[in-house]
């Protein structure tokens, strides 16, 4: 019977690891994995929030930022989730469709017009801006002298340059390529995503494995941020890399929270909201998330070198929450051929 | 000693055997109803959501879909092509060469990579062929480590040394007059192929490239890793871009619907299961006497072909090894997030390892005696119970699983449990069919003994079966581990950072890409399912040592 004896070991084994209990209220949000990362904003954000509520933050990293909507959706009522935080201006439509996500009190509106610092005007009854930025290419300076000023000159580029892009299926960042070339092409989107094909090495499902790439020395390019070379200045103090200045101008991004209808701990999520536009939450961003803080707050040194557009892109959120799968579809069929 | 007449004979195999028949029919029965119920929901939910009949056939014709299906099939059919030709080719160099060691050693490899896991597989190709890869750094770059070349280079790598097995035994297969005959007619080396080696490779090839082809069709984690973007796609793949991004449940049921009919009709169609996996030996280096052996133009294609299968399986492999940085890769073992994974790992594992053998163990003691007292239905009903989920692929399952249940519990709470059943259901297949021979042997063997002596139930099983099976027992229970432990499908639908299991970490790892602790994890993998093999072998060796002592003072008891 010694193999019995061994067999109920392994299952005592099995049921061994216990979660630890914890009397505090638990604050769950869900965003994703380069939010929650050592050097990512998580980890200060955590801290400087639980100081005040006296509660306990988890950050559940997910493996995308559309991958948070979509997980919510997954979860439908059951969601654990209190906060999502990492969508984007573009799926605000597309989110509130999906009926999971809870108004927010009016007190919290009044603050964003207020306090913000966007770049325009920002009305939402439901998501809480927390930073913003344009997309860019980013690029090594000593690897590239000759930059593209725009989309064409993009396709100029010689052959063994491979540009590293994020899918719109999947990332914000790729969605957001997705329009910032619809709004400037439009009918002729198609074809010049069937022209682009070439200079893409691939495509990842999100922010971090494009960068990554790109850092490694596989690729030339990466779709990111105007943002992007701050960290670079600043936490590296390399000036060596520099986002690729296009004439058509920037495509926009603002990212949002929001909390969910059924949040376990609703009046926390308030709590977390109105913190998102404090100091607390925002000077953190610039450092740690590298985007333009969403909210009052000084800008460290590095930032004021930055590139900035003169022409922004935004399309409106419902615009795209009727259009997204058409062109998503189009983007699709003009890359698998 | 008395001796039963026939008739009595099966009434008495019918009295006796009444718990381990009902309790296979029970869980093929549960088997069954779980596949079937998910087949079913998925079924409704793509009705109900559509009109039925025109809006499936409109997603079925649908150019995104048509496209999925072309991009499949295209990679797939090169995966079976190249696969094929490298096995056959290598099998045939390796057969001629005729030399006991290279066989052996190329043997034991082709079946390493057999059960090496795809996300360490994608770790070790990149390794390889990436822009700093080995052969990158020597100067064969590839343009890209990702795309249609990676995805059938790492095709290769698993089913070529599959075709090469194949193949070989069945070279060895043939009688050795064959080749005296071959020999004292001076054939030449095209001739000897055209009558000797084709003939013998010839029934292979339908079922084997009709397998290969299936589970290149069907490949998830490998594409997932390597295909790099929407251009390199299988249905698989689809499916869980429409359940976890766009949670179009509807498509996600069509295309799951649309992948079982396609697997099934070629299923049906060239029936690559009827194929005899065996285990080949390696060669004696005397038997055979071909006249083509000292050819030099002979020898030459022959080390071609051994090393571009050193190449392609070898290498990547020792690339794993190579680009091994200790200094950062060590800080793996600093991670929480390691530690977590890897006791979930562990968990999952030695759990769906050990429950799935008793399951197949069940199932086939019942199947035994099903075919002993003639009832056929019900011993179709349980290889079909079994075989249902080669037919249908993870990830399908796993969606199943969630249009399902979705709706009474909340699933990333159970996410443990869902993908443990999902683990066990999935190896079944492959561990009933490479136990059941020698257990069935086994069963038969001992049936009149213990009948005469009274050692029944569980204590025949451990007295007599399990003894005797330990190699076979410890064979499949290190697949089954090493098959929950490598296993990338189910997981990345409820994977987060707070659920992760260790192949679900290395594709997170690997997907931040040059992460020296991706190698680390990939190494250890290895190492670990290595080491688990070894472990399940002590532990019989133990439980064979107790239980001989046992079996002689019982055999002496009993007969004295």
């Known amino acids: 019977m010694k193999l019995f004896r061994l067999f109920f070991v392994f299952i005592a084994c099995a049921f061994a690891v216990t979660p630890a209990l914890a009397e505090k209220p638990i604050l769950t949000i869900y965003t994703y994995d380069s939010f929650t990362s050592d050097w990512g904003p998580g980890p200060a954000i955590e801290a400087n929030f639980e100081e005040v509520c006296k509660c306990d933050v988890q950050f559940i990293g997910l493996d995308s930022s559309i991958g948070i909507l979509g997980r919510i959706q997954l979860e439908g009522d059951n969601s654990k989730a209190d906060i999502a935080l990492g969508l984007d201006t573009n799926l605000m439509h597309l989110a509130k469709q999906t009926g999971y996500f809870a ?70 960042p790729g969605l957001g ?18 022209q682009l094909q070439p200079k893409i090495l691939t495509v990842t499902k999100g922010w971090s494995e494009a960068y990554g790439l790109f850092l490694d020395g ?34 926009l991004q603002i990212e949002v929270a929001a909390i969910l209808k059924n949040a376990p701990e609703p009046d926390l999520a308030i709590e977390f909201m109105k913190f998102i536009s404090t100091p607390g939450f925002q000077q953190v961003i610039p450092t740690t998330n590298w985007m333009y803080p969403a909210f009052n707050t000084e800008l460290p040194e590095g930032f004021n070198s930055l590139f900035q557009p003169e022409k922004s892109h935004l399309f409106d959120s419902e615009m795209v929450a009727v259009k997204q799968k058409e062109w998503i579809n189009e983007w699709l069929q003009s890359s698998t051929n | 000693m008395f001796s039963f007449r026939k008739s009595t004979q099966t009434q008495i195999l019918f009295e006796h055997f009444r718990i381990s028949r009902n309790l296979g029919i029970i869980s093929g029965f549960l088997l069954a109803a779980i596949g079937c119920s998910i087949l079913l929901r998925m079924f409704f939910m793509a009705g109900g959501n559509y009109y039925w009949v025109e809006d499936g056939i409109d997603v079925i014709f649908a150019k995104s879909t048509v496209l999925i299906i072309k991009s499949a099939a295209w990679q797939a059919s090169l995966s079976t092509l190249i696969s ?24 034991s490899t082709s079946f390493l990579a057999l059960v090496v896991p795809s996300s360490v597989a994608a770790l070790g190709i990149v390794g390889v062929w990436g822009r700093n890869g080995l052969l990158g750094t020597i100067g064969g770059e590839m343009t890209s480590p990702f795309g249609l070349w990676m995805v059938v280079l790492a095709h290769a790598f698993f ?27 001076h054939l030449t080396t095209m001739q000897i192929f055209k009558l000797i ?28 890793m390597l295909g790099g973007g929407p251009n390199v796609t299988t249905l698989e793949v689809s499916i869980y871009h429409a359940v976890r991004f766009a949670f179009d449940l509807p498509l996600a049921a069509m295309l799951s619907i649309l992948q079982i009919i396609i697997c099934s009709g070629l299923i049906l169609l060239s029936k690559p299961f009827t194929l005899h996996i065996t285990s080949p030996t390696a060669n004696k280096g005397t038997i055979v006497c071909r006249s083509d052996h000292g050819n030099i133009i002979a020898k030459t294609t022959d080390y071609i072909w051994l090393a571009i299968f050193f190449i392609l399986i070898f290498l990547p492999l020792i690339a794993l090894f ?14 929480k997030r390691f530690w977590d994974a890897f006791f979930t790992s562990t968990n999952l594992s030695l759990l769906s390892a050990l429950i799935s053998v008793c399951i197949a163990v069940i199932l086939i003691h019942s199947r035994f005696r099903l075919v002993q007292s003639g009832n056929l239905i019900l011993t179709r009903f349980i290889d079909f119970s079994v075989s249902y989920y080669l037919l249908m692929p993870a990830i399908v399952f796993a969606t199943g699983c969630f249009i399902l249940l979705r709706d009474f519990i909340s699933l990333f709470d159970v996410a443990f449990w869902l993908v443990l059943m999902a683990n066990i259901l999935f190896s079944l297949p492959f561990i009933t069919r490479i136990l059941a021979p020698s257990l069935e042997r086994v069963l038969a063997q001992h049936d009149k003994l213990s009948l005469q002596l009274g050692i029944t139930g569980i204590r025949r099983f451990s007295t007599l079966t399990l003894p005797a099976l330990h190699r076979e027992l410890q064979l499949v229970l290190g697949i089954s581990f090493a098959f929950s432990l490598g296993d990338l499908s189910v997981i990345t639908l409820f994977g987060s950072q707070n659920f992760e299991t260790l192949p679900f ?50 055999l002496n008891a009993y007969t004295r």
Request: proline residues 5%.
């Open chain 1, 103 to 172: 108004e927010l009190p009016t007190e919290i509106s009044s603050i964003i017009n207020k306090n913000s610092s966007l770049p325009i005007n920002f009305e939402d009854d439901v998501f809480m801006p927390f930073d913003w930025g344009w997309f860019g290419f980013v690029y090594k300076k000593d690897l590239i002298s000759n930059p593209p000023q725009s989309f064409s000159d993009l396709l100029d580029l010689p052959d063994d340059m491979k540009i590293v892009i994020q899918d719109p299926r999947t990332a914000t």
């Open chain 2, 197 to 224: 080696e084709w003939s013998a490779f010839q029934p292979l090839i339908l079922p084997l490239s009709s397998l290969i082809f299936l589970l290149c069709f069907t490949s998830f984690s490998i594409v997932l």
């Open chain 1, 177 to 194: 390529l997705l329009l910032w070339i619809k709004s400037i092409y439009g009918e002729e989107a198609s074809t010049y995503w069937q």
């Open chain 2, 322 to 335: 190579y680009r091994l940085d200790l200094t950062s890769g060590l800080s793996l073992f600093n991670q």
């Open chain 1, 218 to 251: 596989e690729a030339d390019m990466v779709l990111s941020y105007t943002t992007s070379p701050a960290y670079h200045l600043i936490a590296e103090e390399d000036d060596n890399f520099d986002v690729a200045a296009f004439a058509d101008g920037h495509y």
């Open chain 2, 505 to 554: 970490y290395l594709y997170q790892l690997f997907s931040r890409y040059g992460a020296s602790e991706a190698d680390m994890l990939g190494m250890f993998l290895l190492v670990y399912i290595f080491m688990a093999y070894l472990f399940f072998g002590f532990v019989f060796w133990c439980f064979r040592k107790f239980h001989t002592l046992d079996r002689v003072s019982l």
């Open chain 2, 84 to 107: 094929l030709l490298i096995g056959l080719s290598c099998a045939r160099a390796l057969y001629r060469r005729n030399n006991h060691w290279m066989s052996k050693i190329v043997l």
């Open chain 2, 159 to 185: 089913n070529a040394p599959l075709v090469l097995r194949v193949a070989f035994s069945s070279l060895q297969a043939q009688p050795a007059y064959f080749w005296k005959i071959a020999a004292q007619r």
